[in-house]
Nanobody
Framework: QVQLVESGGGLVQAGGSLRLNCAAS????????MGWFRQAPGKEREFVASITRFGINTYYTDSVKGRFTISRDNAKNTVYLEMNSLKPEDTAVYFC?????????????????WGQGTQVTVSS
């Protein structure tokens, strides 16, 4: 397992942008599919996006397609989530996660390392 720390969250107006960062330590992320999840108050944690080990394949939940972009820099051991055209319904705590797989996945149970989360709040 690797240790993951998210940053970059904050308060933004609807239509604005944020970039989340996920810095890994204790291992190299090129052994992992990386994912972003989010959890809004009173709701279950849900999948947002994932990216395979060398960035060849990405996978997004329908509600963020065309607005969010997941990317990774294995040399920096960091994963990013670029979020544009933000909506109030994007408000949540965003979590970074690592899965020891070679394919993309949206299944929470396949990720075995998690960060502590970063708050994203989108005002209307």
């Amino acid at each position: 397992q690797v240790q993951l720390v998210e940053s970059g969250g904050g308060l933004v107006q609807a239509g604005g942008s944020l970039r989340l960062n996920c810095a890994a330590s204790g291992g190299t992320i090129n052994r992992y599919t990386m994912g972003w999840f989010r959890q809004a108050p009173g709701k279950e944690r849900e999948f947002v996006a994932s990216i395979t080990r060398f960035g060849i394949n990405t996978y997004y939940t329908d509600s963020v397609k065309g607005r969010f972009t997941i990317s990774r820099d294995n040399a920096k051991n960091t994963v990013y989530l670029e979020m544009n055209s933000l909506k109030p319904e994007d408000t949540a705590v965003y979590f970074c996660a690592a899965a020891p797989l070679r394919y993309t996945t949206k299944l929470i149970t396949e990720y075995d390392s998690w960060g502590q989360g970063t708050q994203v709040t989108v005002s209307s």
